[in-house]
């Protein structure tokens, strides 16, 4: 595992949410992240989607690492502001949310992100969600 890796990984593991959610750190590179999330019933609505809530955390979780990877190692990161759309119900196996670093700049970044819902052990997946997000940068 390289530095930037483990810079992600750690601040990742730090997060009680990703960790509430089951959530795991699926791949790290330069502007861009991806987070798994399995199915649980636990984190479903009463139709028995995926909540929205949780697929939500996922991609701006996916979003504000992407930009991690871009900032200055003195620097973290938060989100200023965010716009999802909701494409379709989050039905699946498994969801893989996927943050990408568009532009990156001194104090802000902009990310896309987008979640894929899975069946079983295929391929082929559906985009439930797409993500605009603002990431701010935090310098000391």
Do not use: W
Request: with cysteine; aromatic share 6%.
């Amino acid at each position: 595992m390289n530095d930037l890796q483990q810079r992600i990984a750690t601040s990742f593991d730090a997060q009680g949410l990703m960790t509430t959610l089951g959530a795991t750190l699926a791949f790290v590179g330069d502007g861009e992240v991806h987070i798994e999330l399995p199915f649980s019933p636990q984190l479903t609505q009463q139709h028995g989607y995926v909540h929205a809530g949780a697929i939500t955390s996922i991609v701006d979780s996916a979003c504000g690492y992407a930009a991690l990877t871009r900032a200055p190692a003195e620097c973290e990161v938060v989100t200023a502001e965010f716009k999802i759309n909701l494409m379709r119900p989050a039905i699946g196996e498994r969801f893989l949310a996927i943050g990408r670093v568009q532009n990156a700049g001194k104090l802000l970044t902009v990310c896309t992100g987008e979640v894929r819902a899975y069946a079983g052990t295929a391929t082929a997946y559906k985009v439930v969600a797409l993500m605009q997000a603002t990431i701010a940068t935090l310098r000391p």
